[in-house]
């Protein structure tokens, strides 16, 4: 195992003891088309470190090696970073004889996408025990990345320890990242994902009933396929809005149980926050990034028939979170990824005024900074 052997760097004047990479896990949690991927590359591109790639994904299931070499950035059309390897080389010495990753279910990927932290669940603690004491064996950093884990970081947390980061992405801009993928009339992967997500989380009941979504019955795949049916003809509206309900309850979970909170909007945009996270990942973890490649996309062009705005408030008040939104503490990351990401016009519900009254206050607060 590596020692927390400590290094002095200068960081604003001051001389910080920062460790070198140690054998604790790093997790990387994020939600869909947030970045997480570019976040992953930059960790595989430190020696120190096994970073696993979507170790939640069901395709890990049925994984061999013939689909580890043809899973790339390349033919992906993703808009991932291509650095040549496949996604999934880190998995290839887990391969079982038949192929799989042994240990995982497909279970694993969305069932319990909402895992309490004191739930017990013995078959996932040990196949994500396999995946930290592979990287361990060859005295490198885990670091496991994930889209699928916003709503399970305290069920993480309490078993493993470790480093958590959790990037979080202005909600329209990703929305529309999901929608840009169609082929229509077929919705993409990642907004199925949401309608699976959303039927069966605890806590989104009345969302579902908004939006008519239902559990389903059979495995993952049968479960998709069927909101694939119901729902591949639905308005841009109702994909966005199942999306709202997962991303505000993903959040509402992870943010007070983050180390650190990524905006990966600015990452792209201020190398001054690019060098701050950096910095703050390698305080944490010992694992130095390098972010200065890092640049946020153009915003998506054009406009799609949803009332941003107008969904949002429906689904935040459905849920009842409108309190839990505008309460102090670390949720209001959250609270302010969706004021600025929310077009304005005249409030008309009470959160509606409440936000505005939190837009003015902000507007006030930075011209007396200036």
Same mark, same amino acid.
């Given at each position: 195992?590596?020692? *927390?052997?400590?290094?002095?760097?200068?960081?604003?004047?001051?001389?910080?003891?920062?460790?070198?990479?140690?054998?604790?896990?790093?997790? /990387?949690?994020?939600?869909?088309?947030?970045?997480?991927?570019?976040?992953?590359?930059?960790?595989?591109?430190?020696?120190?470190?096994?970073?696993?790639?979507?170790?939640?994904?069901?395709?890990?299931?049925?994984?061999?090696?013939?689909?580890?070499?043809?899973?790339?950035?390349?033919?992906?059309?993703?808009?991932?970073?291509?650095?040549?390897?496949?996604?999934?080389?880190?998995?290839?010495?887990?391969?079982?004889?038949?192929?799989?990753?042994?240990?995982?279910?497909? !279970?694993?990927?969305?069932?319990?996408?909402?895992?309490?932290?004191? &739930?017990?669940?013995?078959?996932?603690?040990?196949?994500?025990?396999?995946?930290?004491?592979?990287?361990?064996?060859?005295?490198?950093?885990?670091?496991?990345?994930?889209?699928?884990?916003?709503?399970?970081?305290?069920?993480?947390?309490?078993?493993?320890?470790?480093?958590?980061?959790?990037?979080?992405?202005?909600?329209?801009?990703?929305?529309?990242?999901?929608?840009?993928?169609?082929?229509?009339?077929?919705?993409?992967?990642?907004?199925?994902?949401?309608?699976?997500?959303?039927?069966?989380?605890?806590?989104?009941?009345?969302?579902?009933?908004?939006?008519?979504?239902?559990?389903?019955?059979?495995?993952?795949?049968?479960?998709? &396929?069927?909101? !694939?049916?119901?729902?591949?003809?639905?308005?841009?509206?109702?994909?966005?809005?199942?999306?709202?309900?997962?991303?505000?309850?993903?959040?509402?979970?992870?943010?007070?149980?983050?180390?650190?909170?990524?905006?990966?909007?600015?990452?792209?945009?201020?190398?001054?926050?690019?060098?701050?996270?950096?910095?703050?990942?390698?305080?944490?973890?010992? /694992?130095?990034?390098?972010?200065?490649?890092?640049?946020?996309?153009?915003?998506?062009?054009?406009?799609?028939?949803?009332?941003?705005?107008?969904?949002?408030?429906?689904?935040?008040?459905?849920?009842?979170?409108?309190?839990?939104?505008?309460?102090?503490?670390?949720?209001?990351?959250?609270?302010?990824?969706?004021?600025?990401?929310?077009?304005?016009?005249?409030?008309?519900?009470?959160?509606?005024?409440?936000?505005?009254?939190?837009?003015?206050?902000?507007?006030? *607060?930075?011209?007396? &900074?200036?």
């Amino acid at each position: 195992m590596l020692g *927390l052997q400590p290094v002095v760097v200068l960081f604003h004047g001051y001389d910080l003891k920062l460790p070198r990479p140690s054998s604790a896990p790093i997790f /990387v949690h994020s939600g869909w088309r947030c970045s997480s991927t570019y976040v992953w590359h930059r960790f595989r591109a430190v020696p120190e470190v096994m970073a696993y790639y979507e170790p939640w994904h069901e395709q890990l299931a049925r994984l061999t090696p013939e689909w580890i070499e043809r899973e790339r950035p390349s033919t992906s059309g993703l808009r991932h970073p291509n650095e040549g390897l496949p996604y999934l080389s880190e998995f290839s010495g887990l391969l079982g004889p038949d192929g799989g990753v042994p240990g995982f279910e497909t !279970r694993l990927a969305l069932d319990d996408y909402f895992l309490p932290p004191d &739930q017990e669940d013995p078959g996932q603690a040990a196949y994500v025990e396999t995946l930290i004491a592979a990287a361990r064996r060859e005295e490198r950093t885990p670091v496991l990345a994930c889209c699928r884990t916003l709503g399970r970081i305290g069920w993480l947390r309490r078993r493993f320890g470790g480093t958590h980061i959790v990037l979080i992405r202005d909600p329209v801009q990703q929305w529309r990242s999901f929608y840009s993928l169609r082929k229509r009339p077929r919705p993409t992967y990642f907004e199925l994902c949401q309608y699976v997500i959303l039927s069966e989380a605890a806590g989104g009941e009345a969302g579902a009933r908004r939006l008519g979504l239902t559990a389903g019955q059979g495995d993952l795949f049968e479960r998709i &396929q069927a909101v !694939r049916k119901r729902f591949k003809r639905a308005p841009a509206r109702t994909s966005f809005a199942a999306f709202l309900a997962v991303y505000v309850l993903s959040y509402v979970a992870a943010l007070p149980r983050a180390d650190l909170v990524v905006d990966v909007d600015r990452l792209g945009a201020d190398p001054d926050y690019a060098r701050t996270m950096a910095t703050a990942i390698e305080v944490l973890t010992g /694992v130095k990034l390098d972010f200065s490649d890092c640049r946020t996309p153009a915003p998506h062009a054009g406009t799609l028939p949803v009332d941003y705005r107008k969904e949002a408030v429906a689904m935040i008040e459905a849920l009842e979170l409108s309190a839990t939104l505008t309460a102090p503490g670390p949720v209001q990351t959250l609270y302010r990824k969706l004021v600025k990401a929310l077009p304005d016009r005249e409030p008309a519900t009470t959160w509606e005024r409440m936000l505005a009254f939190w837009r003015e206050r902000g507007a006030k *607060l930075g011209t007396a &900074q200036a």
